[in-house]
């Protein structure tokens, strides 16, 4: 069962986003810091929360028409604050999800957040985390360096193409969904090597050199992981 970790992430995402969007002095940074709250929560709760959410764009139309011009700090207060506008310690989405005890219930949290919002907020933000992918490099810099050191020893052990096609499609699984979404997306757009195709295991293992000195952001991570994935032969990486 993969909620748990799922929920911990969605907590654990809204706590950080808490302090962007209580810091935040117009609509647009305001659109902007749910915009990396959405690329930070699990891919499969968005994608329930955001469908949900369309029906409830439906139902309630007439209040979200209503709510165009509402203020900046009225919108903090029905994500995040409380609603006389006081900094709880534990905001009311986060409680949702702490309570939460499946993945519809949790997207229903979101949704219901999301629902309070006006239409051209809300679309701003999901723009925005399409466009602009986000996680955080910190708290998964640890993990991601254990998982190349997995793929690393999965590739020396490999003995057939499937077999280490395996060991990569389980790598990129388990990466942060955003991590993994940039770096192919950046691997398609570098030229590819010249020359001889280098062997796995060295790539490998400059993978997991390269991602354990990735200290300085998230852009060195998805600079790592593109430069990984454009010496495989792009097949091998549409498979993965």
């Known amino acids: 069962d993969h909620y748990p970790q799922a929920r911990h992430t969605a907590v654990v995402s809204t706590r950080k986003v808490r302090e962007c969007v209580e810091g935040a002095?117009?609509?647009?940074e305001f659109s902007t810091c749910v915009g990396v709250y959405l690329g930070l929560l699990p891919h499969g709760l968005?994608?329930?929360a955001l469908n949900t959410n369309l029906l409830s764009v439906k139902t309630e139309a007439k209040r979200l028409e209503g709510d165009a011009e509402a203020?900046?700090?009225d919108?903090?207060?029905?994500?995040f604050l409380g609603e006389g506008g006081e900094v709880l310690s534990v905001g009311p989405l986060e409680r949702c999800l702490e309570e939460s005890r499946g993945e519809e219930a949790a997207a229903g949290c979101i949704s219901d957040a999301l629902s309070r919002l006006p239409k051209a907020v809300l679309k701003e933000a999901v723009d925005s985390a399409r466009q602009h992918p986000a996680f955080d490099w910190q708290s998964e810099h640890t993990r991601t360096v254990?998982?190349?050191?997995l793929l690393y020893r999965c590739i020396g052990q490999a003995r057939t193409v499937p077999e280490g096609?395996?060991?990569l499609g389980t790598f990129m699984a388990a990466l942060p969904?955003?991590?993994a979404e940039r770096a192919v997306r950046v691997a398609r757009e570098r030229p590819r090597p010249a020359g001889a195709a280098e062997y796995p295991r060295l790539l490998g293992e400059r993978l997991v050199r390269c991602v354990?000195?990735?200290?300085s952001g998230r852009d060195s991570a998805i600079f790592c992981l593109a430069k990984f994935l454009s010496h495989l032969p792009a097949q091998q990486v549409r498979h993965a």
Not at 25 to 28: G, K
Not at 75 to 79: D, G
Not at 146 to 149: K, N, Q, Y
């Open 25 to 28: 002095f117009s609509l647009p």
């Open 46 to 48: 968005v994608s329930r």
């Open 71 to 73: 203020s900046l700090q």
């Open 75 to 79: 919108l903090k207060k029905r994500l």
């Open 146 to 149: 254990r998982l190349a050191g």
């Open 165 to 167: 096609d395996l060991c």
């Open 177 to 179: 969904e955003s991590l």
């Open 212 to 215: 354990s000195g990735a200290n």
